[in-house]
């Protein structure tokens, strides 16, 4: 699949390009005058304490750029000039030129009063997280454009690195394991512990989803809900275009496409025509099959279809487990002729349908751009919407909306990248089915294809996962005894009955950009299994090795 570059890139390259040949010289006198003073620092001062972990979560997590002459990623203190002129790095999407999101620019300024603490969020377990105890403030948390190494470094290896991870991934809290570490720079692996044995890979699952999903449409795609009209019969259709985002509350900090937007536009255009009273019905013909996820009701998934409401929750939630209307199909309708009954329509009680070639569009709203979607279903681990987009990339690319459909062409997807599939099944596009199966050589492979500066379009994969003490499903973890690896790590995590998994990408401490995945299944104790994780992800990220 040929991927064309974004537009705003192109418009934006002339003037990128004049701006870093003014700023470079500079940028490089100032990185050379301060370097002898950082290698001065680093000795003396051991990881996780003082002036050497402020540097090193400065400069946590710098967008890779890439050397001229050479796909090369420097991640650490690279400068602004060097990002630019490289042409890496794309002005579009929902991240800066740093690769960093923008929500994260916003959340540190929320957050800069509290040295990076959290107060708002709610981590796993329903208590708010608490931040590192000496993690400078967020902004610089952050940031990652902190000074330091101009240069890129050969990544870890060898006995040292073993050293090092071996014996906290031999933890027998973790039961089998499969685990990989590549440098993202190379593609060489570093470190492997039965990397090509396909295990559980629960949530980890939504990296593969994400990844084609994004391959298929692109991160400019975004998912459309419409109104149309049966003129013959005053019939006014809701149709399905399988947006979990769509919101019909009155607040909607998240910019998701609103039902009650949606009403009030088509009102205006049933008023145009003279048409005050409608019959209405709703469309979920998009998605074939049955609806139930085969873990049946539960409530980390809303029931499978392409029209719901706030992903059919009953409560004010908009992430985690939540208890859901038996059919959000016909609850999002009814809440849809409620509003056109406050916007002068009045609307029959509404049944299924489905709109034909005839009925014109009355009004339709999207949702924010794929980019935004796939960070979402990240960072929360959403698995409504990663159930959709499964089914978006089925959509995409001529296969069946269904369970089925969906696992075809994401793996169909996934094979066009060339990544290793040996072994690899997949059932759903959650991980909330136990049949997945994923090898820990994959999940690496996803993530450094998603660093590639030729394939931007697959950037928000890195830029959704979590940030370790900070954001989504690792906020409240790397708290006490993990400061080193705080805004360090970015990982999606993996939780099932016996089954933990990490995977994502960490900075060390010689700054060099690293992909890990572990899996684990088998385990009998969660909590000891995810601090085991935990700590091996620490390592790395602690690791000078050599």
Not at 231 to 241: F, R, Y
Request: glycine share 12%; proline share 7%.
């Amino acid at each position: 699949m040929v991927v064309p570059e974004l537009r705003p890139w192109r418009a934006a390259r002339p003037h990128v390009a004049r701006f870093a040949g003014a700023v470079r010289p500079r940028l490089a006198r100032t990185a050379a005058a301060v370097r002898p003073r950082l290698a001065r620092l680093r000795p003396s001062r051991p990881a996780g304490a003082g002036t050497a972990a402020w540097s090193r979560i400065t400069r946590a997590v710098a967008w890779p750029g890439t050397w001229p002459g050479a796909w090369r990623f420097t991640v650490v203190a690279v400068t602004a000039g060097t990002v630019l002129a490289a042409g890496a790095v794309t002005t579009a999407g929902p991240w800066d030129s740093t690769g960093q999101r923008t929500a994260e620019q916003d959340r540190a300024v929320a957050l800069e009063a509290t040295r990076g603490t959290d107060h708002g969020g709610r981590g796993n377990a329903g208590t708010p997280p608490r931040g590192p105890r000496t993690a400078p403030s967020a902004p610089s948390v952050l940031t990652g454009l902190g000074g330091g190494a101009t240069t890129v470094k050969s990544a870890p290896g060898g006995k040292a690195l073993t050293g090092a991870l071996a014996p906290l991934l031999k933890s027998p809290a973790l039961g089998d394991l499969s685990a990989s570490v590549v440098d993202v720079s190379t593609g060489r692996s570093v470190y492997g512990d039965g990397t090509g044995d396909a295990l559980t890979p629960a949530s980890t699952t939504k990296i593969a989803t994400a990844v084609a999903v994004l391959t298929a449409l692109g991160p400019d795609h975004r998912l459309t809900t419409r109104a149309t009209f049966e003129p013959d019969t005053k019939e006014v259709i809701l149709v399905g275009g399988g947006d979990p985002t769509l919101t019909a509350r009155e607040k909607n900090p998240t910019g998701s496409a609103s039902l009650r937007d949606l009403a009030g536009r088509t009102a205006a255009a049933l008023a145009e025509r003279g048409v005050r009273e409608v019959t209405l019905s709703y469309d979920t013909t998009l998605y074939p099959g049955g609806q139930r996820h085969p873990i049946g009701v539960n409530p980390n998934l809303a029931a499978l279809t392409p029209l719901m409401a706030d992903e059919a929750r009953r409560d004010n939630s908009a992430a985690g487990p939540a208890d859901r209307v038996a059919d959000p199909a016909a609850d999002a309708a009814r809440k849809f002729g409620a509003l056109l009954k406050e916007n002068g329509i009045k609307a029959t009680p509404p049944g299924p349908s489905k709109s034909t070639t005839r009925a014109g569009t009355l009004a339709a709203v999207s949702s924010p751009p794929l980019a935004t979607l796939v960070e979402r279903m990240l960072t929360h681990s959403d698995n409504d919407l990663a159930e959709a987009l499964a089914r978006q990339t089925a959509i995409a690319t001529g296969g069946r909306a269904d369970f089925a459909g969906a696992s075809a062409a994401v793996r169909a997807q996934l094979q066009k990248l060339g990544v290793p599939l040996k072994g690899a099944v997949f059932k759903d596009g959650s991980g909330l089915d136990r049949g997945n199966r994923l090898t820990a050589g994959l999940l690496t492979a996803l993530l450094v294809k998603s660093g590639d500066p030729a394939r931007p379009e697959l950037r928000p994969v890195l830029t959704g996962l979590p940030v370790a003490g900070f954001t989504g499903t690792l906020a409240g973890r790397y708290a006490d005894g993990a400061a080193g690896a705080a805004g360090v790590v970015r990982a999606k995590t993996g939780t099932l009955t016996g089954v933990n998994a990490l995977a994502g990408t960490v900075v060390d401490r010689e700054g060099r950009l690293l992909a890990f995945a572990f899996l684990a299944t088998g385990t009998t104790d969660p909590t000891a299994a995810q601090a085991a994780l935990d700590k091996a992800a620490t390592a790395l990220a602690a690791c000078g090795c050599r």
